[in-house]
C-alpha cells in the first residue's frame, strides 16, 4: 500500500513542476508583452504533455490503490466476502443473531467495548465482526457492504431457527410480499379488490382494423405500520462465568422459547389492530364453518371439512401458496381414520401434506380448529432486530398486551419490591390482601445479580385479500 502512496506523490511532484513551468512561460511572455516564440510553443505543448500524462499517471495509480485495498479487506474476512456464504451449511440459522446477543451479554458483564468483546469471543468469525462494526460504527458499513447484507441475513436466520418448531416462520417464507421497514415510517401496498375476477388485464380478441379492447384495474391500498414488538429474558450473572459456546446456547434457547410461541399467537391470532400497539391477526373477523358432523362416517365429515375449508380460495381464483394449519392432535387422528378400508390421509400427512397442499403441524394451532391461509395475498414487513444489555435497571415481570388494555405492559400494577421466589412485598401483605396476587413483581438486576437481555424488532403485516384467510371450527376428532 505505501508503494501506492511513493508513487502518488512522486507523479504528483512532476505534475506540479510541470505547472510550474507552464505559468513561468506565460508570465514572461506576458511581462514581455509579446506571443509566444515558436520555440516556447513548442515548450508550452511539452508542457502540457506532461500535465496530461502526469494527471492520468495518478488517475491510474489512485484506482490500482483502492482496488488493492479492497482486495486485501476481502483477504480478512473470506467468510464473507460474498452473501451466499450468508445461506450456506457453514452457518446455522439464527447464528449471527444470537453471537451478536452474546457479544453484547460479555461486553457488558466485562465492561469491554463491543468489539473487543466479538474479537475475544469469537477471534475467527469475521462476518459477526463485521455486524458488531456495523452496530458501533454505521458508516463503516459503506465500506465494503457486508454488514448490510449479513445483518438482513441475520433477521431471516431467526426465522429459520424457529420454522420447525413454529407456525409464522414457515409461513412468512412463502409470504407473497416479504418487504422492510428500514428507513420507512409506513409502506402503501395496492392490490386487486376481491370483487375483480383476476382477469380484468387479460388480453382480448379483436378483428382486423377493430379497436382493441381497454381494461382497467381498481386497485386498493393497504398501508402497513411499523408495530414495536419485543421480548426480555434475564439471566444469572453466574452465566457470565461459563464459557461462550454454553452462554450462546443458553441465550438462544431462552430467546427462542419465548419469541416462537409469542410470534405464533400474535400472526394466528384474532386480535384486532390497535393503532401505535399491533397489527390485527391473521384470524381476526374470520368467522369461518362449523365442523360436519352429518356424514356417514368420522372420515366423510373430515372431507367435508377439508373441502368447506379449501373450495372458497378456489372460488375466489386464490391458489398460491396455499398452506393448512393444524394441531398434531388432529393429524395424528386424520391419520388413523379408516375410509373404505383405506388409511385416507395418512401417508399424504407422513409427506406433509393433504391433497398436494401442505401442511404445517403445531400445537400453536388450536386443537378444535383447521385453519388454512393463501400465503400470496398475505404481506409482510420487518425491521432490523437490535439488542439491549443491563445489570442496573429495574423491570415489571408482566406480559400484559397493549390490545387488551392500552398499556404495554401495565406498570402501574406493581409493587416496590419483589423477593428471589417471584412473591410481591412482605408475604404478610401479601397473604391479607386478596387484590395483591393480580399484581406483578418487579426485579432490580442490581440487587438480584442478574442481567437482562432486551430485543426489539419493528414488524407488521396485511391480509391484501380478504377471502385469502379460512377456518373450520368446533373440530372434534
Known amino acids: 500500500m505505501s508503494h501506492f502512496k511513493e508513487r502518488i506523490e512522486d507523479t504528483q511532484k512532476k505534475l506540479d513542476q510541470s505547472r510550474t513551468d507552464v505559468a513561468e512561460l506565460m508570465g514572461i511572455a506576458e511581462a514581455e508583452q509579446r506571443d509566444l516564440s515558436d520555440d516556447e510553443s513548442l515548450q ?31 483477504k480478512q474476512a473470506p467468510a464473507i466476502a460474498q452473501a451466499k456464504h450468508l445461506g450456506s451449511k457453514e452457518r446455522a440459522p439464527g447464528e449471527i443473531l444470537f453471537k451478536q446477543a452474546t457479544t453484547q451479554f460479555i461486553a457488558h458483564v466485562n465492561k469491554q467495548p463491543l468489539e473487543v468483546a466479538a474479537k475475544t469471543a469469537y477471534p475467527t468469525d469475521h462476518g459477526l465482526q463485521a455486524v458488531v462494526k456495523a452496530v458501533v460504527n454505521p458508516a463503516a458499513t459503506d465500506v465494503a457492504g457486508w454488514a448490510q447484507e449479513l445483518t438482513e441475513e441475520t433477521n431471516q436466520g431467526f426465522l429459520d431457527l424457529l420454522r420447525g418448531d413454529y407456525v409464522t416462520p414457515q409461513l412468512w417464507s412463502v409470504a407473497g410480499l416479504n418487504l422492510n421497514f428500514e428507513g420507512y415510517t409506513a409502506i402503501n401496498i395496492p392490490s386487486r379488490l376481491s370483487t375483480q375476477t383476476g382477469q380484468e388485464l387479460g388480453g382480448g380478441w379483436t378483428g382486423e382494423r377493430d379497436a ?29 462465568m461459563r464459557s461462550v459456546p454454553s452462554i450462546q446456547a443458553l441465550i438462544t434457547s431462552q430467546i427462542a422459547a419465548d419469541t416462537g410461541t409469542k410470534l405464533d399467537n400474535d400472526y394466528l391470532g384474532e386480535a384486532a389492530a390497535v393503532a401505535g400497539y399491533n397489527p390485527a391477526g391473521l384470524m381476526n373477523g374470520v368467522t369461518g364453518t362449523a365442523a360436519a358432523t352429518g356424514g356417514a362416517t368420522v372420515g366423510d365429515d373430515m372431507l367435508a371439512d377439508l373441502k368447506a375449508l379449501i373450495n372458497p380460495f378456489y372460488a375466489a381464483n386464490l391458489e398460491g401458496g ?42 400453536n394451532v388450536p386443537i378444535d380448529e383447521l ?9 409482510v414487513a420487518s425491521g432490523g432486530m437490535t439488542f439491549d444489555v443491563s445489570d442496573t435497571a429495574t423491570f415489571v415481570e408482566i406480559d400484559d398486551q397493549g390490545a387488551s388494555s392500552t398499556t404495554n405492559p401495565a406498570m402501574e400494577q406493581t409493587y416496590p419490591r419483589s423477593d428471589m ?25 442490581w440487587q438480584t445479580e442478574s442481567v437482562a437481555i432486551k430485543m426489539v424488532q419493528y414488524l407488521s403485516w396485511a391480509t391484501l385479500r380478504a377471502d385469502s384467510v379460512n377456518r373450520i371450527t368446533g373440530v372434534s376428532y
Open 44 to 74: 508550452l505543448e511539452g508542457y502540457a504533455t506532461e500535465i496530461e500524462a502526469s494527471e492520468k499517471r495518478i488517475s491510474d495509480l489512485e484506482r490500482a490503490e483502492k482496488a488493492m485495498a479492497q482486495r486485501v479487506v476481502e
Open 212 to 240: 382493441i379492447p381497454v381494461s382497467r384495474l381498481t386497485t386498493a391500498t393497504q398501508k402497513i405500520a411499523p408495530y414495536k414488538w419485543g421480548i426480555i429474558s434475564s439471566f444469572s450473572k453466574e452465566l457470565a
Open 322 to 363: 396455499i398452506r393448512i394449519m393444524m394441531h398434531p392432535s388432529n393429524a395424528l387422528a386424520m391419520s388413523l381414520i379408516l375410509y373404505n378400508g383405506t388409511y385416507l390421509f395418512r401417508d399424504e400427512l407422513a409427506r406433509g401434506q393433504i391433497f398436494g397442499i401442505p401442511v404445517i403441524q403445531s400445537t
Open 371 to 379: 385453519q388454512a391461509v393463501v400465503m400470496s395475498a398475505q404481506a
Open 421 to 445: 421466589t417471584g412473591q410481591v412485598g412482605d408475604a404478610a401483605t401479601h397473604n391479607s390482601d386478596a387484590a395483591n396476587t393480580t399484581k406483578a413483581p418487579i426485579r432490580s438486576l
